[in-house]
């Protein structure tokens, strides 16, 4: 009986963690549903054209680090022999995806030069203040406030005499960008090249900082990296010297060792990146380490933002014929199995929400075919319970209780069960493996489909019936057999 009562409340418990997922992790659809961004992308290369290898080469690293971004059924193909089309389902702002695929993604890791720590630190003061500075002129441009603007631009003139430097550019934004680059070069100046970089970074993450709301950014190094790593930070343990991390050009990180260090090093191949990052930024550093450096440097040339390609009016129609049949399958259910088939329709609301909710944190990006292949995983979940079903009557017609019709009937289409689910998932996993985009889509929903399945059929099912009978009233046998076989 406890055991029963630990089934039925994990799979409340599931049913609850599906409702907040879908609530707090809305579906991403495909671009045939929702539209989304087309990014015309120029490999640059400033000296001869640019090799088929070289092209294929920036198609894999732009290729991760979209599926990094959360992008899955995504449209990248090539254009002539240095242009590159991608298709994003869902972004309406280019601009959003272009920050993360425009960059080069060059991490290097440099040393303080000795001497520096006062030019350093006046240097370190001016950026944060020009960070402010243009967080300042953004709430000023939304807010359309002129005497906010004044008052930046006078503070850039003081920073500008401070450094003894002119920007060039013509607006005010312009010119705070091309300052804060300029502080960014002469901090970098400051430090000495060592041997250690991104080519030795093996994986990357990101997690919230303990003390603060702060994101940062973990690394994980090779072998050789990690031993590099080491040598690096045993160098300057319980020094005045910084170890800066520098990604494009960009100082991202200059921070201490602790003279506890000053033996070893910092061992264990992996490194903190703690940079006052959002969640939004620490994402998008994790995903431009995880995809790789660019062997070129790209360009976004045209960005343009597409319709559904299958249009508004073919989706409703799609989802009003996906509805309809879910609701006559329902009806055949109950009208045929009775109180059997109310359960199965329990637990295919139950095998919804569960596939839904996992879909929502993987994330899954549903496109029409990845929709085909859930509605055929429901009609695997409905044939599961018929099988379950018609064990159950043949046990009750042959006079067995009710309870031990249900428990054999169960154990008898176990197996069929099982074997079936099995070649299903065998198929999906070479379609997912030797197929296209929308063929991977399909054999991905299905194959999600046909695992929740599996466990809906062969223990949601059961459970909510081992309920349904603790019921005097619902333990008559005429609610389970057919209406013209009630003498039976």
């Known amino acids: 009986m406890k055991r029963r009562q630990g089934w039925l409340f994990f799979i409340i418990f599931l049913l609850t963690l599906s409702v907040y997922l879908l609530i707090n992790y809305p579906l991403q659809l495909g671009l045939d549903l929702q539209g989304g961004s087309q990014l015309t992308l120029q490999i640059i290369k400033e000296e001869g054209n640019v090799t088929r290898d070289e092209l294929e080469a920036v198609n894999s690293v732009i290729d991760k680090r979209v599926n990094n971004l959360g992008v899955s059924e995504s449209n990248l193909q090539t254009l002539g022999g240095d242009q590159l089309i991608l298709e994003l389902p869902g972004e309406q702002n280019p601009l959003v995806a272009s920050r993360v695929l425009g960059k080069t993604a060059l991490l290097e890791f440099r040393t303080q030069k000795e001497g520096t720590s006062t030019d350093l630190k006046t240097l370190q003061l001016q950026r944060l203040i020009i960070k402010e500075l243009i967080e300042q002129y953004t709430l000023a441009e939304k807010s359309q406030n002129d005497n906010n603007l004044k008052v930046i631009q006078e503070d850039l003139k003081d920073i500008e005499q401070e450094l003894n430097y002119s ?18 070069k002469e ?18 993450g990101r997690r919230q900082e303990q003390t603060n ?16 790593f080491s040598e690096i930070t045993k160098s300057i343990a319980g020094t005045n010297q910084l170890l800066a991390i520098i990604l494009d050009g960009e100082s991202i990180s200059e921070a201490s060792v602790g003279s506890q260090f000053s033996s070893t090093g910092i061992t264990g191949g992996s490194a903190t990146i703690s940079g006052n990052f959002s969640a939004e930024d620490a994402r998008e550093l994790e995903v431009q380490l995880k995809g790789g450096s660019l062997p070129l440097p790209i360009e976004i040339v045209e960005t343009n933002t597409i319709g559904a390609l299958l249009g508004s009016k073919n989706i409703l129609k799609s989802l009003y014929a ?3 049949g879910l609701i006559f399958v329902g009806i055949f259910m109950i009208f045929n199995y009775r109180i059997l088939g109310f359960v199965s329709v329990l637990s295919l609301v139950l095998y919804g929400f569960f596939n839904l909710a996992l879909y929502s944190l993987i994330p899954v990006t549903l496109t029409l075919p990845g929709i085909s292949g859930l509605i055929l995983s429901i009609g695997m979940a409905v044939d599961a319970n018929i099988l379950i079903f018609e064990r159950i009557r043949e046990e009750l017609y042959e006079g067995n209780t009710l309870t031990r019709s249900i428990d054999s009937g169960f154990q008898r289409a176990n197996s069929s069960i099982v074997d079936g689910h099995i070649t299903t998932l065998l198929s999906c996993f070479v379609l997912f493996l030797l197929g296209t985009n929308f063929v991977k889509g399909f054999a991905a929903t299905l194959g999600i489909g046909v695992l929740i399945s599996l466990f809906t059929s062969l223990n949601c099912s059961k459970t909510i019936l081992r309920f349904f009978t603790t019921y005097q009233s619902l333990r008559q046998k005429n609610l389970y057999l057919p209406r013209n076989n009630f003498s039976n």
């Open 213 to 228: 709301s702060n994101w940062e950014v973990l690394l994980t190094f090779s072998n050789s990296g990690g031993e590099k």
């Open 187 to 204: 901090i970098i100046n400051l430090f000495i090249k060592t041997d250690l970089s991104g080519k030795d970074l093996i994986n990357a």
């Open 167 to 184: 920007s060039t550019s013509n607006d005010l934004y312009g010119k705070l960008i091309e300052i804060k680059k300029y502080v960014d």
């Open 322 to 324: 996906a509805i309809s």
